[in-house]
Structure formats: structure tokens, C-alpha cells
T-cell receptor, first 114, second 110 residues
Framework: EAGVVQSPRYKIIEKKQPVAFWCNPI?????LYWYRQNLGQGPELLIR????????DSQLPKDRFSAERLKGVDSTLKIQPAELGDSAVYLC????????????FGPGTRLTVL | GQNIDQPTEMTATEGAIVQINCTYQTSGFNGLFWYQQHAGEAPTFLSYNVLDGLEEKGRFSSFLSRSKGYSYLLLKELQMKDSASYLCAVGSYNTDKLIFGTGTRLQVFP
């Protein structure tokens, strides 16, 4: 069974540029998460989807971050414009249903903003 | 709110046993997870405890005491490949979220 797929794996951009990350969850997993992980820290939730509905986006900086999961499968996370402080690893995870079910993570996208 | 504490770094010798502790404060406790994360890679699921006691899975065991807000991950017969960060994460019915600790970086030496 394929795991969570993310692309790109690495992205280097200059500040004020836009950037987008893509995630394909494990087949059959209704719940999808985007996390941000800074160096030496644990993952922090940005947004959680159940099917196509964003049920928790309280930690998403909505002035510059946006996300979508149009058909309840793939998801895209966008930052526009990027700031230096956005440099981090962006992890996508999925689970079968509730947020406290076991979550399976993708390899992440390492973003560097110069 | 939720709070999770775990040591920042630990070292151990190949073949030895190491115990990584995690203490937490949360309302509506709904399970505790341990994840392993090698440098530059995704966290991978190791164990899940929702009831008090010890869960054993090969060389790894995880213990939970809900009354004490305490868990540990026990790694036996350490191998070099066990060098990684170990993340403790706690779920809550109230927030419907999984909150991660900062992770414990374990270094195994020959």
C-alpha cells in the first residue's frame, strides 16, 4: 500500500514569492492534516480536513496561507507571499477518520526562504 | 491547555536499554502516541497507549499511567539505526487534536 505522497521534497524561494505544496494521502483515509515542523521542534498542526471540509484551521495564518482539498483526496497548501520565518518542513499526514486515530506522515517538503 | 515534556537529548550505547520519559497535561485524554523520526525524514508510528499499562512490540515497549500523566518508551538491545528523535504526542477529546512534544534526540554510540 502506498504511503502519503508529498511534492516537492525541497523548495528554495526568495521572500515575497509564492509557493505551493501538494499532498496525496493514503487511499481511503478521510482525514488529512498539514503540519509545520521547525528545527528541533515537534510538528504543529496548521489545518485538518475531514473529506473536503476544513474542520480545524485555527492555527493557519490566514493572511498568507491557504489550503484546499477540493475532491476530498489530494490537497494543496499555499503560502503567498512567503516570509523568512516560513522556513520549515511542511508535513502532510492522513488518518482513517478521527484526528486521534493513528496518523501516517508523508516525507515532507523542506522550505527555505531566502 | 495541553503541555508535553520530554528530555531534549539522550545518549546510549549499542546493545543497551534506554527509557525515554514523557509527562503531559491535558483535558479529555484520548491516547498517547510515540513516533520515531530520523533526521530529514517523516515521523513514523511506533506505539499507541490509551489504557494504563505496558504495550510491547518487539524491541520497543511503551508504558502509560493516566493518573500520573506519564508515559515512557523503552528501547531494548539498542542498534545504531535507533539513533533518531522520538516524539511523544497526546490526543484530546476536548480539542480533537494531537499535540506533539518537542522530541527527544537519541544518539546511540558503538
Amino acid at each position: 500500500e502506498a504511503g502519503v505522497v508529498q511534492s516537492p521534497r525541497y523548495k528554495i524561494i526568495e521572500k515575497k514569492q509564492p509557493v505551493a505544496f501538494w499532498c496525496n494521502p493514503i487511499s481511503g483515509h478521510n482525514t488529512l492534516y498539514w503540519y509545520r515542523q521547525n528545527l528541533g521542534q515537534g510538528p504543529e498542526l496548521l489545518i485538518r480536513y475531514e473529506n473536503e471540509e476544513a474542520v480545524d484551521d485555527s492555527q493557519l495564518p490566514k493572511d498568507r496561507f491557504s489550503a484546499e482539498r477540493l475532491k476530498g483526496v489530494d490537497s494543496t497548501l499555499k503560502i503567498q507571499p512567503a516570509e523568512l520565518g516560513d522556513s520549515a518542513v511542511y508535513l502532510c499526514a492522513s488518518s482513517t477518520s478521527r484526528s486521534t486515530d493513528t496518523q501516517y506522515f508523508g516525507p515532507g517538503t523542506r522550505l527555505t526562504v531566502l | 491547555g495541553q503541555n508535553i515534556d520530554q528530555p531534549t537529548e539522550m545518549t546510549a550505547t549499542e546493545g543497551a536499554i534506554v527509557q525515554i520519559n514523557c509527562t503531559y497535561q491535558t483535558s479529555g485524554f484520548n491516547g498517547l502516541f510515540w513516533y520515531q523520526q530520523h533526521a530529514g525524514e517523516a515521523p513514523t508510528f511506533l506505539s499507541y497507549n490509551v489504557l494504563d499499562g505496558l504495550e510491547e512490540k518487539g524491541r520497543f515497549s511503551s508504558f502509560l499511567s493516566r493518573s500520573k500523566g506519564y508515559s515512557y518508551l523503552l528501547l531494548k538491545e539498542l542498534q545504531m539505526k535507533d539513533s533518531a528523535s522520538y516524539l511523544c504526542a497526546v490526543g484530546s477529546y476536548n480539542t480533537d487534536k494531537l499535540i506533539f512534544g518537542t522530541g527527544t534526540r537519541l544518539q546511540v554510540f558503538p
